[in-house]
C-alpha cells in the first residue's frame, strides 16, 4: 500500500488544486484520486459501528436466555467461543481505528476477512448452511464491496464461497451434514457473487458520483475564487447584508470607504456604519426612490441598493460609490464634449480668421491709404488676435493631458514654479512669496495640471492686481486647511479685488473685466481642478486684495 494514501487522517483527501486541471489527467492520477477517496476514515468508523452491532445482535441469538428448543441442534459453546474472540478482535479493530494504524485499505481488508471467518464458524455451530446464518456472509461481501475496488469485491465473494464449502466438507466429513446440503452450499455462492456485482455496480455509481462531485466542486470552488476575486477588486464598493441586516460580504474598496480595516464576521450592518443602516431602512422598499448621498468621514457616499430576492430574508446588496468620483466622471464627459467642440472651432474659425488676418496684412502693404483706412486695419488685426486668442484658451483646455496622478511634494514643487514663473514673467524676487508650514505636505495629483492651475492663477493675479508701473505682489502660501487634515494652497494679491456683484461669475466662461481677456483662465483653473479632486475657491481679502484657495479633498 502507498503511504499517500494516509496523509490527511479523519479526513476525506482534499480535492484538486483550483489551479490544476479538476479532472484527472491520467491513470495513475486517476488511481491517486480513487486511492484518496476510497475508503474514507468515515466509512471505516461506519463499518466498525456495524461490526459491534452484528456482535451485540450475535450475543443476544446464542444467549442462554433463549429457549431451549430454539437451541437444539446449536453449539452454543462453539458459538460462544468464537463470539468472545470476535468481540475481542472488533474491539481491537475500534483501536486501530482511533490510532489510524494500520492504512484504511489494510483495515477493510482485515474486518472483511475476519468477518467471513467468523460468520462461516458461526454457521457452522448454528447447524449449517441450512441454518440460514450464510446470509451473514452475504452481508460481508456487500459491505466489502462497497468499500473497496470492483476487483476486491469479487475476491470476497470468492474467499466467502470457499468458506461456505470448506464448512460443507467438514460437517459432510465428520457426519454433520448429508451430501444434499451442497446444493444449498452452491446456491449460497451464487448468492455472494450476485452480491458482490451488485455491490460492484453501486460502488461504481457512487465513486462516479462523488468523483463528478468533487469535480463540480473544484470548478465552483474556482468560480466563487473569481468571483471573489472580481469582487475584491473593484473600485465600486460592495456590501451583502442578509435578511437580519448582518454584513456577509464586504469588499476592500467598500472597507476604505467606511474606514474598517477589519470586519467580524456576521458583524450588524449598525456595528460596520450606522449612517449606512439608516439609509437602507430608508430605502428598503422596492418603490423607494434610490437618491440620496451620505458623509462618512471626509467621503461623500452615494449608496443604491439591490434586494436579493422577494422576500426579506433574502437579504440586500448595497452598491457604494464615493461622491467626488462621479463628479470627475462628469467632468471627464463634459470635458470630452468640449474638445470635440473646440476641434470643430478650431476647424472653422482659425481658418477664416487666418484668411482675414491675412488680406489685412496685405491691404496694410498697399500705397496711398488713408488715416482713416490704416486705423480700420489695425482694428481688424487686434479683434483677429483676440479671436485667435480666445481660440488657443480653449484649444488649451480641450488638448489638456489626460489624468496622470503622481505623488508630489508641494513645497519643493512650489519652488521650482515661483522661480520658473518670475523668469518668464519677469517678476522681482519680492513680488512673488512663497510661504510653507513644516513638515513638508505631498498630494496625489497630475503636476501638469497643477501647472497650468497654478499659473493661470498668478497670471490672472499679474493682468488683474498689477500695473506697468506697480507689478502686483503675488503670495503663495502652502498649508493644511483649518480643522482638517487636507493640503491647501493659496495664490493672493494686493489688486483691487472683485466687487460682489462679480464674484459669483469669475469662474463662468469668457467671463472678464478686461477688454483685453478671454475669461477663460479661472474656467480653465476650476475644471483642470475638479478633475483632479481640488476645490478651487474665491475670497476677498481685506482690506484689498483676491485670495484663491485650493483645497486637496483626497
Wanted: proline share 6%; charged share 20%; aromatic share 6%.
Amino acid at each position: 500500500m502507498s503511504s499517500d494514501q494516509d496523509q490527511d487522517p479523519g479526513a476525506p483527501s482534499p480535492s484538486p488544486s483550483p489551479k490544476t486541471s479538476p479532472r484527472p489527467a491520467g491513470p495513475s492520477e486517476r488511481e491517486r484520486w480513487k486511492r484518496g477517496r476510497f475508503p474514507t476514515w468515515e466509512s471505516l468508523r461506519w463499518l466498525f459501528l456495524f461490526r459491534l452491532l452484528m456482535v451485540v445482535v450475535l450475543v443476544l441469538v446464542f444467549s442462554p436466555a433463549v429457549s431451549d428448543p430454539l437451541l437444539a441442534g446449536v453449539d452454543v459453546d462453539l458459538a460462544w467461543r468464537v463470539l468472545v474472540v470476535y468481540a475481542i478482535l472488533v474491539l481491537a479493530s475500534g483501536i486501530n481505528l482511533y490510532a489510524q494504524w494500520p492504512s484504511r485499505h489494510s483495515q477493510v481488508h482485515l474486518a472483511i476477512f475476519v468477518d467471513i471467518i467468523t460468520f462461516t464458524l458461526v454457521m457452522h455451530a448454528g447447524g449449517g448452511v441450512g441454518s440460514g446464518l450464510g446470509v451473514l456472509l452475504a452481508v460481508a461481501v456487500a459491505a466489502g464491496a462497497l468499500l473497496m475496488e470492483g476487483r476486491l469485491s469479487l475476491l470476497f465473494a470468492s474467499f466467502a464461497a470457499l468458506a461456505v464449502i470448506t464448512q460443507q466438507t467438514y460437517a459432510l466429513l465428520t457426519g454433520e451434514a448429508t451430501s444434499a446440503s451442497y446444493t444449498q452450499a452452491g446456491i449460497l455462492g451464487v448468492v455472494f457473487f450476485a452480491v458482490a456485482l451488485l455491490a460492484h455496480v453501486l460502488y461504481r455509481r457512487v465513486r462516479l458520483a462523488e468523483e463528478l462531485a468533487a469535480r463540480r466542486k473544484v470548478d465552483i470552488d474556482d468560480l466563487s475564487k473569481l468571483n471573489e476575486f472580481i469582487i475584491q477588486d473593484m473600485a465600486i464598493g460592495v456590501v451583502v447584508v442578509d435578511g437580519e441586516r448582518k454584513v456577509k460580504l464586504m469588499n476592500q474598496a467598500a472597507r476604505d470607504m467606511v474606514n474598517v480595516p477589519v470586519l467580524a464576521p456576521e458583524a450588524p450592518l449598525r456595528e460596520v456604519c450606522a449612517d449606512l443602516e439608516d439609509w437602507l431602512l430608508d430605502h428598503i422598499r422596492p418603490t423607494a426612490p434610490q437618491v440620496g448621498v451620505i458623509r462618512i468621514g471626509n467621503r461623500e457616499l452615494k449608496p443604491a441598493r439591490q434586494l436579493l430576492g422577494d422576500y426579506r430574508a433574502a437579504g440586500v446588496m448595497l452598491y457604494l460609490r464615493d461622491n467626488q468620483e462621479l463628479i470627475k466622471e462628469a467632468q471627464q464627459i463634459k470635458l470630452a464634449s468640449l474638445g470635440t467642440l473646440t476641434a470643430s472651432i478650431a476647424h472653422n474659425i482659425r481658418n477664416p480668421l487666418s484668411a482675414i488676418s491675412h488680406a489685412g496684412q496685405l491691404l496694410g502693404e498697399a500705397k496711398g491709404l488713408s488715416p482713416d483706412d490704416r486705423h480700420l486695419l489695425d482694428i481688424i488685426r487686434r479683434n483677429c488676435g483676440r479671436i485667435d486668442e480666445i481660440v488657443r484658451s480653449v484649444l488649451q483646455l480641450s488638448r489638456r493631458h489626460q489624468l496622470d496622478p503622481q505623488l508630489t511634494e508641494l513645497v519643493a514643487w512650489l519652488e521650482e514654479f515661483c522661480d520658473e514663473f518670475r523668469e518668464s514673467h519677469g517678476l522681482p524676487a519680492g513680488h512673488l512669496l512663497l510661504e510653507f508650514e513644516p513638515p513638508p505636505i505631498c498630494v496625489e495629483v497630475d503636476p501638469r495640471h497643477l501647472h497650468q492651475i497654478v499659473s493661470n492663477l498668478c497670471e490672472n493675479a499679474v493682468i488683474h492686481a498689477g500695473s506697468p508701473d506697480h507689478p502686483a505682489h503675488i503670495q503663495v502660501r502652502v498649508g493644511r486647511a483649518e480643522g482638517q487634515d487636507r493640503a491647501r494652497i493659496e495664490v493672493s494679491d494686493d489688486g483691487p479685488g472683485v466687487d460682489q456683484d462679480s464674484a459669483g461669475d469669475i469662474f463662468n466662461p469668457f467671463f472678464t473685466t478686461k477688454s483685453s481677456g478671454t475669461g477663460l483662465g479661472l474656467y480653465i483653473a476650476r475644471e483642470l481642478a475638479e478633475t483632479n479632486g481640488i476645490r478651487l475657491e474665491y475670497r476677498r481679502e481685506r482690506p484689498r486684495g483676491s485670495c484663491f484657495r485650493l483645497v486637496f479633498t483626497a
